[in-house]
């Protein structure tokens, strides 16, 4: 179990001091598939370095376990990071990569042989060991950072944007192999990717960041359904916002009335105002097309075919843009066309109300 | 096909000037060098067309003036071996100091290194001579060292630093100290620091961290750096001159002996091609073994 709690860091002092983490508190389970998601420059990289000991934190506390390692170098860290850049020792064959830090704990030679080969055996890469790293593929060279870090067994591992570099087809493949790995060894993955759907997809709990903060934290489902503010809707897929206004909160349910005078119950947000003007979030995919009259009346703009999908973009009558996406039938003729008066409704609870 | 033959034509018409240069300035003096050391000293100096294998002979043996006996020539052997010694001596000196020197440039943030390294290099801008004389100036018994020591009452007699082989290997460190810090600050610079942050997370402790990583990645810079101050150390005329005095010879000074009062140019010519023998034996013994290993980066 990771503890973090208050932390920041501001680099360099003065005029050009710069809070790359503002007050970042979070508790990472063990044997979780943890993700660090957002934007370039929000501080992804300094809360992972932070942790494996490259970053001194300005204050804040870190515990793994219980133990306080901010006081520890990062080779006394029960921790192993996989390198966006790999960082391969070009000196050393695929093995003697792999049994680096084995050799560096001083187990036995007979120990580290048979812990290589096993690692070899888990990122298939075996029929390579004794080539250099220079002389194997992008792919090659991710699986061999992530044996040489799975190696000692560490309590955590820690990957910043492992797959950025390969592509679309290896990275599909090395998403499941990574999944699979974090199965089967248990070991607690901290993992940091700005590409939204493969941190949908990977993970079990998702910590949003934005600015040096964490925005949410929430599993995959919680976070595209329930998204707690409008960066986080707009950073994960496709999302309308519309005014409304707030008319009370109870628990998960808040009472709205849309500018079109009607009302419905939307999902309540933590930390949120309680009356007054708001923002909500619907998905595309959670509203569907009907005759005017409904919660949202508008013109219909632009129908958008996109094979398994069709997208409709609809001017509303508060004149703002709000998209619906409907899942394409076989042979369905469009009914709808462009200049339609047309409306727009969703189910009760479908629509978020975000903070701020 | 002749597109072939014309094409080698051409690569060797293109290759001519380097070749021409090569011979002239590098071949051509060598040739003339290695002919005289056959011939017979004249005498004020020159040659005289004469073939002789004297001048081989003196290099390493002498014949008793009185008896006519043979034996090695205990002078010129000392001064080959302190030859070797020194710029052995110089170029780990340079080793310890340089390479430390280089990573801390190396690590500074990227708008301060250029100004670390123009500090190393400045010196090295500045005439031999001068330099030779300000290191004279700090160690010889009147200079800054001694005063001091003699001022504050460590010692009751200067400390005779001068004229010894102390002064020539401290001579030749700090005039050659730039040749080693750049080879390697070079293959430094290059060096993926990540690496070695990569190394720290794997449990390696920093001494292992610099055995392991740092070292092996920059050692073609550290062979480098090597081979250009054991060489022109082996050849220093002007440190050892100056600071060595008139006893702690080292070969330049021997050649140049011969070819001045010594008036035996065919001795010298073959001094001459005995310090390049050595250099070459010494550089390909190092070169052997520094790449054994494998070495990246080429
Ligand atoms: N050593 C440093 N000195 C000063 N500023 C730094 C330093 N390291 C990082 N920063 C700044 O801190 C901010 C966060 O950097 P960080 O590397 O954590 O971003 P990131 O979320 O990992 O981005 P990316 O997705 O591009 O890797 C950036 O604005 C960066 O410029
Ligand atoms: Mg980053």
């Not at chain 1, 080969?117 to 991710?142: F, H, K, P």
């Not at chain 2, 010129?76 to 170029?91: G, K």
Request: net charge negative; glycine share 8%; with cysteine.
């Amino acid at each position: 179990m990771i503890e973090i709690s208050g932390l920041t860091k501001t680099f360099g002092s003065g005029d050009s001091a710069f809070t790359a983490l503002k007050d970042v508190t979070v508790t990472i389970e063990e044997n979780e598939f943890f993700t660090l998601l957002g934007p370039s420059g929000c501080g992804k990289t300094t809360l992972l370095r932070s942790i494996a000991g490259f970053v001194d934190p300005t204050t804040g506390s870190l515990t793994i376990n219980g133990d306080d390692i901010l006081s520890k170098a990062p080779f006394d860290r029960p921790v192993n990071t996989v390198f966006q850049s790999y960082a391969l020792f070009p000196h050393m064959t695929v093995s003697e990569n792999i049994g680096f830090g084995l050799e560096m704990q001083n187990r036995p030679k007979s120990e580290v042989q048979s812990i290589v080969q096993e690692m070899l055996e888990l990122v298939q890469m075996t029929a390579l060991a004794d080539r250099m790293t220079s002389q194997i593929s992008g792919g090659q060279q991710q699986r061999v950072a992530l044996a040489r870090a799975l190696a000692p067994k560490p309590k955590v591992l820690l990957l910043d944007e492992p797959l950025s570099a390969l592509d679309f087809k290896l990275r599909k493949e090395m998403q499941i192999e990574l999944k699979r790995l974090q199965h089967e060894t248990g070991i607690t993955f901290v993992f940091v990717t700005h590409d939204q759907e493969e941190a949908l997809t990977m993970s079990d709990r998702i910590a949003v960041m934005n600015g040096g903060r964490i925005l949410q934290i929430g599993g995959p489902r919680e976070i595209y359904d329930h998204p707690a503010e409008r960066f986080v809707a707009d950073f994960i897929g496709d999302t309308n916002f519309v005014s409304a206004d707030l008319q009370s909160v109870e628990g998960e349910a808040a009472e709205i009335v849309l500018p079109s005078g009607k009302a419905i119950q939307a999902r309540s947000v933590t930390g949120g105002a309680t009356s007054g003007k708001v923002t909500i979030a619907v998905r595309p995919e959670h509203a569907t097309l009907t005759a005017p009259g409904a919660l949202i009346d508008g013109t219909l703009q632009n129908i958008v075919y996109f094979g398994t999908d069709t997208h409709y973009h609809i001017e509303t009558d508060a004149n703002s843009t709000f998209v619906i996406r409907r899942q394409n039938q076989p042979d369905a003729a469009e009914s709808q066309k462009i200049g339609d008066k047309v409306g727009i409704s969703f189910n009760p609870g479908v629509a978020q109300v975000l903070r701020d | 096909m002749s597109s072939e033959t014309q094409s080698s034509r051409n690569r060797w018409l293109l290759l001519s000037p380097a070749l021409a240069i090569l011979t002239l300035a590098a071949a051509g003096p060598l040739l003339i060098v290695v002919v005289y050391s056959f011939l017979t000293p004249g005498d004020y100096g020159g040659v005289i067309w004469q073939f002789s294998t004297d001048a081989w002979f003196n290099v390493v043996a002498e014949r008793d003036f009185f008896d006519e006996t043979i034996g090695l020539s205990d002078a010129h052997l000392s001064i080959f071996w302190r030859s070797v010694r020194l710029s052995l001596l110089t170029t780990i000196v340079a080793f310890l100091v340089g390479f430390p020197t280089a990573y801390f440039i190396a690590t500074r943030p990227e708008n301060q290194r250029n100004i670390w390294m123009l500090l190393i290099m400045v010196p090295f801008w500045t005439n031999l001579l001068i330099r030779t004389f300000a290191v004279m100036e700090i160690i010889r018994n009147e200079g800054v060292i001694n005063s001091v020591l003699v001022g504050v009452g460590l010692v009751d007699q200067p400390i005779q630093m001068l004229f010894t082989d102390f002064a020539v290997t401290l001579g030749m460190f700090y005039v050659y100290l730039p040749l080693m810090v750049l080879p390697i600050y070079a293959s430094m610079e290059r060096m993926d620091f990540s690496l070695v942050e990569a190394a720290f997370d794997l449990y390696a402790t920093r001494w292992r961290v610099l055995r392991k990583v740092i070292f092996p990645i920059v050692k073609p810079g550290v062979v480098a750096g090597s081979i250009l101050v054991f060489i022109p150390s082996l050849g220093a005329y002007v440190t050892p001159r100056v600071l060595g005095g008139g006893k702690n010879l080292m070969m330049g000074n021997l050649i140049e002996l011969q070819f001045g009062q010594g008036r035996n140019w065919p001795l010298g010519a073959a001094l001459s091609i005995t310090l390049l023998a050595i250099v070459m034996v010494a550089l390909i013994f190092y070169v052997r073994s520094a790449g054994t290993e494998e070495t990246p980066h080429g």
